[in-house]
């Protein structure tokens, strides 16, 4: 499934507990519907979750508002509450993120993010991004593409 829409809330992030920690992120994404009731906007909030690399990616690159590109997969499951009940789940399986404006179109600035505050210039990629928010494309990367 591919989703498009903005986080609701900043990523909450844990960690597996065992031999190999696993970041395990969860977010809500507000997805707008494609058509409106009676002139009202009208979202979907979906339920997401990533694993590994994709939560580390969550936890250090988005917060409330960013709008993004997911894909995933559709998970079900249940599971029983303290009171006796069954309760069922729905989320989004995140494989993929893809950032869908540039920063100054979502009004972030790096000093919201905690993590990326002290991080190195080549670690948050700002120099790989240009004054309009958008990523540089190298000089003669056209001869290296399968389809140009």
């Known amino acids: 499934m591919i989703l498009m829409g903005r986080l609701t809330r ?4 844990r ?18 519907r494609r058509y409106k009731k009676g002139g009202e906007q009208n ?18 690159h988005l917060h409330q508002g960013t709008k993004i590109v997911i894909v995933g997969s559709w998970q079900t499951g249940s599971y029983t509450n303290r009171d006796g009940q069954k309760v069922y789940t729905n989320e989004c399986l995140v494989s993929e993120h893809y950032f869908c404006e540039s920063k100054s ?21 700002q120099s790989m991004v240009d004054s309009s928010g958008f990523m540089r494309i190298p000089d003669g990367i056209d001869d290296e593409l399968p389809f140009a």
């Open 10 to 13: 900043d990523p909450d992030i």
């Open 43 to 60: 979202a979907d909030f979906i339920n997401c979750v990533c694993l590994g690399k994709q939560g580390e990616f969550a936890q250090m």
């Open 105 to 125: 179109e979502g009004n972030y600035t790096p000093s919201q993010n905690p993590v990326l505050q002290d991080a190195p210039q080549s670690f948050s990629q």
């Open 15 to 32: 960690y597996s507990t065992g031999e190999k920690p696993t970041a395990i992120a969860r977010y809500t994404l507000a997805v707008d």
